[in-house]
């Protein structure tokens, strides 16, 4: 396995894949001034990473940087050989209670004693954080965020690129739009429109966020 980002959401990934004795290739950034991340070295020439063909996890926090980064490597417009880069399978740490009728697409990373119950669909290259608790029948779009200790109800839906912030719970049934941003501790009771960022309890729209 590869790790494209090297920060300090790429060692939970580690921790992760060590956990499940996945081998880990390679660690790859952009920025040329980080040299390690734990025991590994950081490579900076992608052509290099890229030709030892071996699946990526996209290691970056941010879902618009996710989301570009995954347009570089993986999109029909892409600079880079198709073979070369093969889409990886979700990862999961042993901790995590996930049911055998929940759908997880690929790229996308479970951590630490989250839960996630049966009939949910998880879209690519999402991010469900430590200790969030997904119930049943939810759907999570792609790139999606789901921050530690968040609690989503049953029958939610969350958009394409939204961030759901640490601690924040989610009444049943509510629709929460595409690259929204839900502010830590937040209390979502109806509803959300796509590109806008909510705080407090219950919820309240302070501004449009770009998509």
């Not at 879902?63 to 570009?68: A, G, L, P, T, W």
């Not at 790229?107 to 009939?119: A, E, M």
Request: aromatic share 4%.
């Amino acid at each position: 396995m590869i790790l494209y980002g090297a920060s300090g959401h790429a060692k939970v990934i580690i921790d992760c894949l060590q956990s499940q004795g996945i081998e880990i290739t390679a660690l790859y950034d952009d920025n040329s001034e980080i040299k390690t991340l734990l025991d590994f070295d950081v490579e900076h020439d992608l052509h290099k990473i890229l030709a030892l063909n071996k699946p990526i996890i996209i290691a970056i926090g941010d879902n618009h940087i996710r989301k570009s980064i995954y347009e570089k490597l993986f999109s029909s417009n892409s600079e880079h050989p198709t073979s070369y880069v093969l889409l990886p399978t979700s990862i999961s740490h042993p901790s995590s209670i996930i049911s055998s009728e929940t759908k997880i697409e690929e790229g996308t990373v479970v951590f630490h004693n989250s839960v996630i119950q049966t009939g949910t669909l998880i879209g690519r290259h999402a991010i469900i954080n430590t200790s969030a608790s997904i119930d049943h029948d939810c759907k999570l779009g792609d790139f999606v965020h789901i921050a530690p200790n968040v609690t989503l109800c049953g029958g939610i839906t969350v958009g394409e690129g939204s961030l759901i912030g640490a601690g924040s719970v989610v009444n049943p049934n509510v629709k929460i739009g595409k690259w929204c941003v839900i502010g830590a501790g937040t209390v979502v009771t109806r509803d959300i429109p796509d590109n806008t960022m909510v705080v407090g309890n219950p919820g309240r729209v302070v501004k449009r966020v770009n998509g």
